[in-house]
């Protein structure tokens, strides 16, 4: 079946700019999480939604981040006035549900390059 | 709150000798383990998990793990490696207290030389 999908894969922005990014995860997945993964520091997590329950945002380092998930499926990360530190590599997850023995399914990711 | 240490950033070896990647945690409840192996440009995916039962966990690849409680470890064993196992591998953990978050460790990357 299909995996956890994210677009774009590749996105170059100029400082200041918004940028929007968007996970697709697994069918009938009720969990998802998003990560930001910059070079030698592991994954860091961002925000969680599960199912219809408000989202967990204890992650986002900044105003700046905020994200929504419409119908409990797709998935939408925006970053306003992108910053140079906000370049990394962004990697959505999903989980059949919230039980934490469950594995995380990834996406590929989205590197994003703040000029 | 829980936290993961990998001890090593980067882990260099031949192919066909063993390796060990070791991970750490801490966790004032009862605790289930995972490792993810990244291969590069791409996301992660599970190799292992230890939930409950039997230390000695069996993964994908030919990988193992043993959960050692009272030195609250779970390192990541393979008997012989090639050169296609190089890539980045993280350990994970979360806790049944309540916390649906798993905390990832910092990350390993396994180098293989030929």
């Known amino acids: 079946g299909a995996g956890v999908s994210q677009s774009p894969s590749n996105k170059v922005t100029e400082k200041g700019k918004d940028v929007e990014l968007r996970c697709d995860p697994i069918?009938?997945?009720?969990?998802l999480y998003w990560y930001r993964q910059s070079l030698g520091q592991g994954l860091e997590f961002l925000i969680y939604?599960?199912?219809?329950?408000?989202?967990?945002k204890s992650g986002l380092p900044s105003d700046r981040f905020s994200a929504e998930r419409t119908g409990g499926s797709v998935s939408t990360l925006t970053i306003q006035r992108t910053q140079q530190e906000d370049s990394a590599v962004y990697l959505c997850?999903?989980?059949?549900?919230?039980?934490?023995?469950?594995?995380?399914?990834f996406g590929p990711g989205t590197r994003l390059t703040v000029l | 709150a829980q936290s993961v240490t990998q001890l090593d950033s980067q882990v260099p070896v031949f192919e066909e000798a063993p390796v060990e990647l070791r991970c750490n945690y801490s966790s004032s409840v009862s605790v289930y383990l995972f490792w993810y192996v990244q291969y590069p440009n791409q996301g992660l995916q599970l190799l292992l998990k230890?939930?409950?039962?039997?230390?000695l966990v069996k993964g994908i690849n030919g990988f193992e793990a043993e959960f050692n409680k009272s030195q609250t470890s779970f390192h990541l064993r393979k008997p012989s490696v090639h050169i296609s196992d190089t890539a980045e591998y993280f350990c994970a953990v979360s806790d049944n207290g309540g916390s649906y978050i798993p905390t990832f460790g910092r990350g390993t990357s396994l180098i293989v030389h030929p």
């Open positions: 939604f599960q199912g219809n329950s408000a989202p967990d």
């Open positions: 069918s009938g997945h009720t969990a």
């Open positions: 997850a999903s989980s059949p549900d919230r039980s934490s023995y469950n594995e995380q399914f």
């Open positions: 230890y939930l409950s039962g039997s230390t």
